[in-house]
């Protein structure tokens, strides 16, 4: 490196070819200036590293006293999420009334293989007495047996109500100051020294930095063909997806089923009690009794049950202000 002639003026010392002396002293400087970067964005000494090992002033030099210029991160730590818990309140249950009533030729206890005889309640039944379907007295079926001599009732329908989903507890999450992996620390000398064609001079890098420049656009100059990507900030989306609860499952109802010889629903011929999760329901009658009329009344409800789901952390802690520097292969100082 050829020693240059350089003008000082203050702190700053610009090169100067075949400028006058005059108000100003021009010397040869005693300092080995090194090489010429571009002044704009100006140049950086950039360590960067493990968090841990990051260090805390800039190195000194026996010439200039070096200033910190800039510090970033990369490699953020966002920390744990905790959402709240989520659960379900009950589904309540609504009972479909048994629309599908069968009269059979036989007892409750006697082989299936009789006549039957429809006797079904209205379309769309909400189990007052219904009149509807009728079988008269002694009516008699194939072999002369009487045809009222019990009564089949299909299970009534649950039907579940969805579940509320509920929530116990508030998210947690890291707050800033955030934490970081990596750690960009940037310096420079106070003093500088320009080189004749305007770029400033670069004397020497200290140890364990690179000379890096602000990347500006989408390339890098000649030379800085590394590339390190710092932020200034992080920002923070994260939050708690909405509970849910999943189709209720286990809804349970048993209803109070009556059939009647007269059309008034006053003169019981049999009743039994029929429930969701057992099927149909035999219940017998006298035989060759007129069926004029029917009920169905509501006994008993249970509540279902949902499975909670959602809940999870959505979102990230991400790195806010990016800076993108172009560094100097360290193999070429």
């Known amino acids: 490196m050829t020693r240059r ?11 100067s070819v075949g400028l006058p002396a005059t108000g100003c002293e021009v010397t040869h400087d005693p300092i080995d200036l090194g090489q010429c970067v571009p002044t704009n964005p100006p140049p950086v000494y950039l360590w960067i590293g493990p968090a841990a090992d990051a260090p805390t002033t800039c190195p000194e030099d026996e010439y200039f006293l070096r200033v910190k210029t800039f510090e970033g991160h990369a490699d953020l730590v966002p920390g744990a999420v905790t959402c709240p818990e989520c659960a379900c309140g009950e589904s309540e249950t609504k009972c479909g009334v048994p629309t599908e009533w069968t009269v059979v030729a036989r007892s409750c206890d006697e082989p299936p293989d009789a006549t039957e005889v429809f006797f079904s309640g209205p379309d769309n039944w909400n189990g007052i007495c219904s009149t509807q379907t009728k079988i008269a007295a002694d009516l008699a079926c194939p072999g002369d047996e009487p045809c009222t001599q019990s009564v089949l009732v299909s299970a009534p329908s649950p039907e579940g109500a969805p579940c ?3 929530t116990t507890g508030d998210i947690t999450k890291a707050e800033p100051p955030w934490t970081w992996q990596t750690v960009a620390f940037g310096c420079f000398d106070d003093k500088r020294y320009y080189c004749d064609n305007g770029e400033l001079h670069v004397r020497s890098i200290p140890e364990d930095f690179l000379l890096c420049i602000e990347r500006v656009g989408s390339s890098c100059p000649e030379y800085f063909t590394e590339l390190r990507t710092v932020y200034r900030d992080a920002e923070d989306d994260r939050a708690c997806a909405e509970c849910t609860c999943a189709p209720p499952t286990g809804n349970l109802c048993s209803v109070k089923v009556t059939a009647y010889s007269d059309q008034a629903c006053g003169t019981v011929a049999g009743s039994a009690f029929v429930s969701s999760n057992e099927g149909s329901i035999c219940f017998d009658v006298p035989d060759g009794t007129a069926l004029a009329s029917k009920s169905a009344k509501l006994a008993d409800t249970t509540p ?30």
């Open 5 to 15: 002639t350089i003008l000082r003026i203050g702190a700053l010392a610009m090169i």
């Open 164 to 166: 509320t989903p509920t």
């Open 304 to 333: 279902g049950a949902c499975t909670p789901g959602g809940g999870e952390p959505i979102g990230d802690v991400h790195g806010k202000d990016p800076i993108v520097f172009c560094c100097q292969p360290k193999a070429t100082y």
